[in-house]
């Protein structure tokens, strides 16, 4: 998500504080925010991905592996 749509997003909230949002408004907003929490996910996701865990037995283990993988297994 690019800075001017994090901006926009400040910008609706700021002015339905101030003066309220139209229902076209309204639905921009929506929009906007489910992109950004959608793109927070992705992020979380890639990053807890990329984690590498040593077992008590000294092995090393992706968690990307151990579970994403599996996630999308049961998912489908």
Do not use: H, P
């Not at 639905?27 to 992109?35: G, N, Y």
């Not at 996910?41 to 990053?47: G, H």
């Not at 000294?58 to 579970?67: A, D, P, R, V």
């Amino acid at each position: 998500m690019n800075q001017a749509k994090i901006d926009r997003i400040n910008e609706l909230y700021r002015k339905s504080k101030a003066e309220g949002l139209t229902e076209a408004e309204k639905k921009e907003q929506d929009l906007l925010r489910k992109e950004f929490v959608a793109n927070v996910r992705n992020n979380l996701k890639a990053q807890l991905d990329n984690i590498d865990i040593q077992n008590a037995d000294g092995t090393i283990e992706n968690l990307g592996e151990k579970f994403g993988n599996n996630a999308n297994k049961k998912a489908n």
